[in-house]
């Protein structure tokens, strides 16, 4: 009797682990613009706990975008995994991803951090702030992006290049905001008031800040986070703008699901995983972001920094108008 038992149970593990692989396939392919040691300890979490596989190829978002493309109905891949709103906006747009109807990932991932049309959705989140000199600067002598324009930061203002992403969205948003008439205004005074020619990345724009070239600049806050791992001495603090108005740009990295995936209810499922508190956790502390799901504290480094205002709208507008934010951000000679 313990044999057939034991039997029964045995066939009963098996059907159901192969109705689960039926209904949600044994291996998934992700095509990621975030770096193979972010996104691996995860993957490998995945694979452990559900025994799917999951295959992964890395490269810059624009070369996935393309490849994604050029294989059209015959790629193997089930998620677009990117960073930047923009990039996932123009991914939607150029109709690699799928709509998903899903109740766990609108109620785990915040409004103004998913596609209005569900066809991404942040993962983890960056603030793109100030960070300042805490040997010059007051913090009362900040107040938002827009008064970064002011003749007072007259030679004292440091800023990342124009082509990095993130910045156009930055931009992007304020045109969101203020109209593009507005916008151009804050983006030449922030041109007149540079300390120097803009720099190549967040942690070079920083450290300009460090030598005394520059009092303030914006970054994003994990770039900050990591300056403050590697020197907890550094003579640098964050500002939280705009709180009395709109609010902290903030952007994502986020994923989708591919429109020409075979294997979509499996890539669903596994989106809904990323949404879920324990994962969220481990994602976002894999680069001292902050989780996309509001229920999960972040890392005590970044928790450090104190709590700020979101600006609530949506994200995606940062590719909607992205294309009009390099425009103008070319046409007010900012480099």
């Known amino acids: 009797m313990k044999r057939i038992q034991r039997s029964i149970a045995t066939l009963s593990v098996a059907l159901t682990l192969g109705m689960s692989g039926l209904a949600y396939g044994q291996e998934l392919v992700v095509y990621s613009a975030r770096i193979e040691n972010l996104i691996k300890p995860v993957f490998d979490l995945y694979t452990a706990e559900t025994g799917v596989k999951v295959k992964y190829l890395t490269d810059q978002e624009p070369v996935l975008l393309q490849r994604i493309k050029a294989e059209g109905d015959n790629t193997p891949a089930d998620l677009l995994l990117t960073v930047d709103a923009g990039n996932l906006w123009h991914a939607a747009k150029e109709g690699v991803l799928h709509p998903v109807d899903s109740e766990v990932l609108t109620k785990n991932i915040p409004e103004h951090l998913r596609d209005p049309d569900q066809r991404w959705f942040g993962l983890s989140v960056r603030a793109r702030t100030l960070v300042y000199s805490a040997q010059r600067v007051k913090p009362a002598d900040l107040s938002t992006y ?151 504290p972040a890392h005590p480094i970044v928790a450090a920094w104190g709590p700020f205002k979101q600006n609530r709208i949506n994200v995606s507008n940062a590719g909607e108008f992205q294309a009009v934010a390099i425009q103008l951000m070319d046409r007010m000679g900012y480099k």
């Open 146 to 296: 827009e008064e970064l324009a002011e003749p007072k930061w007259k030679g004292r203002l440091a800023l990342r290049s124009s082509k990095k992403v993130y910045n156009q969205s930055l931009v992007a948003m304020l045109i969101k905001e203020h109209g593009e008439a507005k916008a151009a205004e804050i983006v030449g005074g922030w041109v007149r008031n540079l300390a120097a020619q803009p720099f190549a990345d967040d942690t070079k724009t920083m450290e300009a800040v460090v030598a005394g070239i520059a009092d303030v600049a914006i970054v994003n806050t994990y770039y900050f986070g990591r300056l403050v791992k590697k020197d907890p001495a550094v003579p640098l603090a964050v500002f939280w703008p705009n709180q009395s108005s709109s609010g902290v740009h903030v952007n994502v990295s986020g994923a989708g699901v591919v429109a020409a995936s075979k294997n979509k209810k499996a890539a669903i499922a596994f989106l809904e995983w990323l949404s879920t508190e324990k994962v969220q956790k481990i994602f976002a502390e894999a680069n001292l972001e902050y989780p996309a799901n509001p229920s999960v």
